[in-house]
């Protein structure tokens, strides 16, 4: 297996870490507070969170923890790839209208980044429903 193969596996199984932590907040929650995750040489996988965020702290400004707090942890020699996420507001391509999204942003040392927006919308009995999830570079750099 080559390396980039190697890089491929690490974002996949850090954007399931990281979709799964998202989906489970929004369907436990109804929202997803900002987050990060991490994985490092050894293949370990971490999240990062930031409490006054789970708590319903001030939106942008623990967001802005989050992302110096993943940055600070991916420059680190032993983090291989890293991601933040969180909730966001875009329009939907499919149905032009603007919805609530969760938000990925992947990262790896190599260099390769994207975002991993996924739509999604709650009925009236409450059941939560996830859109095809877009992708696209990311503008974010944690490395």
């Known amino acids: 297996m080559g390396q980039s193969d190697m890089d491929d596996q690490e974002l996949a199984r850090l954007l399931q870490e990281m979709q799964t ?29 930031d409490q006054t965020a789970v708590s319903g702290g001030a939106g942008a400004e623990a967001a802005k923890r989050v992302l110096e707090t993943v940055r600070h942890a991916a420059q680190a020699a032993n983090i291989r790839a890293a991601a933040v996420g969180g909730m966001a507001y875009v329009t939907d391509p499919e149905t032009n209208l603007r919805t609530t999204a969760t938000v990925i942003s992947l990262h790896h040392r190599t260099g390769r980044n994207v975002d991993y927006v996924t739509p999604f919308s709650k009925a009236a009995s409450g059941a939560i429903y996830f859109g095809k999830p877009i992708t696209g570079l990311s503008k974010t750099k944690l490395f």
């Open 21 to 49: 932590m998202a989906r489970d907040l929004v369907q436990q929650a109804g929202g997803c507070p900002p987050f990060g995750g991490t994985i490092d040489d050894g293949g370990q996988v971490g999240l990062i969170f």
